[in-house]
């Protein structure tokens, strides 16, 4: 009975088990892995092909303009003023201050003219070119005094073209300056100076595919007699872009 007792008595002394959990148990078990989204995984991933895509197609454009530019090895146009004729030129002095002892001095004078004026556009590339509308301005040292229009045209490759407009200029009003120059270079020395000044624009265009505008500056100096109504000197100047 003793020693059951004392056996029963040993058992008995044991310390409790400890239920108490670990602190870092503790903290493990509340502790929660960060959210993942699949959404959000599947927009980056869209985004990121959406970029590649245009990148691809960018290039791709790119790479069909430098074929077509090497292919085409484009030239710039020539606009030439061909001819010009005079269908009539007209000046009329209005009424002059005089001074004793110099000759009379006009207070102004008038201006009228028409002229015509033929361009011929040649086109040595492989491909056509399309033209906007050109103007082109007639002046008299630095006054304009009219203007001509080209409508817009389209000319094949390798092709020649004749164009045409006419300027009237209608009693043109010159000051004392001018006029009294105006009416020396026609009386006395029979040529008036006029320049010719225009912008052409043209674009190359191959299939669908329209290059870039550029513009062919043209700078023509004529002179022309009142007596004769005819074109005596021209000289021109153009200033063309390459395409």
């Given at each position: 009975?003793?020693?059951?007792?004392?056996?029963?008595?040993?058992?008995?002394?044991?310390?409790?088990?400890?239920?108490?959990?670990?602190?870092?148990?503790?903290?493990?078990?509340?502790?929660?892995?960060?959210?993942?989204?699949?959404?959000?995984?599947?927009?980056?991933?869209?985004?990121?092909?959406?970029f590649l895509l245009f990148s691809?197609?960018?290039?791709?454009?790119?790479?069909?303009?430098?074929?077509?530019v090497l292919a085409v090895k484009?030239?710039?146009?020539?606009?030439?003023?061909?001819?010009?004729?005079?269908?009539?030129?007209?000046?009329?002095?209005?009424?002059?201050?005089?001074?004793?002892?110099?000759?009379?001095?006009?207070?102004?004078?008038?201006?009228?003219?028409?002229?015509?004026?033929?361009?011929?556009?040649?086109?040595?590339?492989?491909?056509?070119?399309?033209?906007?509308?050109?103007?082109?301005?007639?002046?008299?040292?630095?006054?304009?005094?009219?203007?001509?229009?080209?409508?817009?045209?389209?000319?094949?490759?390798?092709?020649?073209?004749?164009?045409e407009t006419t300027v009237a200029?209608?009693?043109?009003?010159?000051?004392?300056?001018?006029?009294?120059?105006?009416?020396?270079?026609?009386?006395?020395?029979?040529?008036?100076?006029?320049?010719?000044?225009?912008?052409?624009?043209?674009?190359?265009?191959?299939?669908?595919?329209?290059?870039?505008?550029?513009?062919?500056?043209?700078?023509?100096?004529?002179?022309?007699?009142?007596?004769?109504?005819?074109?005596?000197?021209?000289?021109?100047?153009?200033?063309?872009?390459?395409?």
């Amino acid at each position: 009975m003793t020693s059951r007792a004392n056996v029963n008595g040993e058992h008995n002394l044991r310390p409790p088990p400890n239920h108490h959990h670990h602190p870092h148990s503790h903290h493990q078990s509340h502790y929660q892995s960060p959210s993942y989204s699949p959404s959000s995984a599947s927009f980056k991933g869209c985004c990121c092909c959406l970029f590649l895509l245009f990148s691809f197609l960018a290039l791709l454009v790119l790479a069909v303009v430098l074929i077509i530019v090497l292919a085409v090895k484009p030239k710039k146009p020539q606009f030439d003023l061909q001819q010009v004729g005079v269908q009539y030129m007209g000046i009329t002095a209005n009424p002059s201050s005089t001074v004793a002892g110099s000759p009379p001095t006009p207070t102004s004078a008038s201006l009228s003219l028409n002229i015509k004026m033929l361009f011929t556009a040649v086109n040595p590339n492989k491909v056509g070119i399309k033209y906007g509308e050109s103007r082109f301005t007639v002046m008299y040292r630095g006054i304009p005094l009219g203007k001509g229009v080209v409508p817009g045209f389209y000319q094949p490759a390798h092709s020649v073209r004749q164009v045409e407009t006419t300027v009237a200029v209608d009693r043109a009003n010159l000051l004392q300056a001018d006029a009294a120059d105006l009416i020396k270079d026609a009386s006395l020395n029979d040529r008036v100076e006029l320049r010719i000044l225009g912008e052409v624009g043209a674009k190359i265009r191959v299939l669908d595919f329209t290059s870039p505008g550029v513009q062919v500056s043209v700078d023509c100096a004529i002179v022309i007699s009142p007596r004769k109504q005819s074109l005596t000197y021209k000289q021109c100047g153009f200033d063309g872009l390459s395409v």
